[in-house]
């Protein structure tokens, strides 16, 4: 979903089910995409990435998929826990923006609560 | 991955006084980089530090106003200059290890009376 400001989008999920983030980029150009988690007073933790020349990669209990044609990235995480409540970040990368390695543009955030 | 601090966590302030934030890694990184959280919203990028030069800031942000200092491959400093409540965000120092991934400090929460 969209944000509207202050008003995050949120997903409330029941513990043990599975949760699908959902992101829309928005350079063709980006060639490199993280999901964050951010804890309530904590700074972004990298949970995992990945380059444009995939369309999927698994971790620990997660999975990013990547839909080039239609710039879409989701994060989905398997047996959602209590602990994994928390806002999600998607960001993405452009080799064409600036630097040597270009700079992160993060999404709008999506808040996931998990129910007990 | 790398170890960032920050210092301080949190602080508040009055309006047109300054405040420095500063940034340790527990490693050498080439690029350092400072964002801005305003409440409920996501990160935005104010510049990137560079050792031995000065930074490179981003559209909507001047040297003026933030400052920075990148003295070495650990370190990195972001002054907050002259602030007004509407500076009042969470101040995020954040490194690239060169392998790609970017981690992030755990913040700095900034009042402005």
């Known amino acids: 979903g969209e944000s509207v400001g202050l008003h995050l989008p949120t997903l409330s999920v029941q513990e043990g089910d599975n949760s699908i983030i959902n992101c829309a980029y928005s350079?063709?150009?980006?060639?490199?995409f993280i999901w964050y988690k951010q804890e309530s007073g904590k700074g972004p933790q990298f949970i995992i990435d990945?380059?444009?020349?995939?369309d999927k990669r698994q971790g620990q209990r997660v999975t990013v998929l990547l839909n080039k044609t239609v710039k879409h990235l989701s994060l989905q995480i398997a047996a959602t826990q209590p602990g994994d409540s928390a806002v999600y970040f998607c960001?993405?990368?452009?080799?064409?923006?600036?630097?040597?390695?270009?700079?992160?543009?993060f999404g709008k955030g999506t808040k996931l609560s998990v129910k007990p | 991955s790398a170890v960032i601090s920050q210092k301080p966590s949190r602080d508040i302030c009055q309006r047109g006084t300054s405040l420095t934030i500063q940034c340790q890694v527990d490693?050498?990184?080439?690029?350092m980089f400072w964002y801005r959280q305003q409440p409920g919203q996501s990160l935005t990028l104010i510049a990137t530090?560079?050792?031995?030069?000065?930074?490179?800031?981003e559209s909507g942000f001047v040297i003026d106003k933030f400052p920075i200092s990148r003295p070495n491959l650990t370190f990195s400093t972001l002054t907050v200059s002259n602030m007004s409540p509407e500076d009042s965000s969470i101040y995020l120092c954040?490194?690239?290890?060169?392998?790609?991934?970017?981690?992030f400090g755990p913040g700095t929460r900034l009042t402005v009376t």
């Open positions: 990945i380059r444009s020349n995939m």
């Open positions: 490693s050498q990184v080439t690029m």
């Open positions: 530090a560079n050792q031995g030069s000065e930074a490179t800031y």
């Open positions: 960001a993405e990368r452009s080799r064409n923006y600036g630097g040597s390695q270009g700079n992160l543009i």
């Open positions: 954040s490194v690239d290890t060169g392998t790609y991934e970017q981690y």
């Open positions: 350079n063709s150009a980006s060639d490199y």
